[in-house]
């Protein structure tokens, strides 16, 4: 059963004007996220990935940066599964599932985060 979609969409350009980078990225994503965005060679485009992702899946669950959750309760690995802690941790049961998609432009990224119990 679907319990919950979120999309989120969020321009390209937006992370280029971004003067400092490496304080921007440790805003919402963990270590080993951020070495992956490092790594790729969509260096603009794969962080805003993350971040649409994220988004998404804050809409999913229908609450926003509060009620004690954080942007690090979301992790995503290079392929794309969903680890989630604290808050979002205690909210979902072992049968929970959380799907993503993400599709980037030159101009947007855009991310589905669906979750099915």
């Not at 959750?69 to 604290?86: A, E, P, Q, T």
Request: charged letters at 25%; one cysteine or more.
């Amino acid at each position: 059963m679907i319990k919950g979609i979120g999309v989120d969409i969020n321009r390209i350009k937006r992370y280029n004007n971004v003067k400092n980078k490496d304080r921007f990225l440790k805003q919402f994503l963990n270590n080993e996220e951020i070495s992956e965005a490092n790594k790729t060679n969509n260096k603009n485009h794969y962080p805003m990935a993350l971040f649409a992702i994220k988004e998404a899946i804050f809409k999913a669950f229908k609450i926003g940066l509060y009620f004690g959750s954080y942007w690090y309760d979301i992790s995503i690995r290079k392929d794309f599964k969903v680890n989630l802690s604290g808050y979002f941790g205690k909210m979902i049961k072992s049968r929970t599932r959380i799907l993503v998609s993400k599709t980037c432009s030159k101009q947007y990224a855009l991310s589905l985060a669906l979750i099915e119990e």
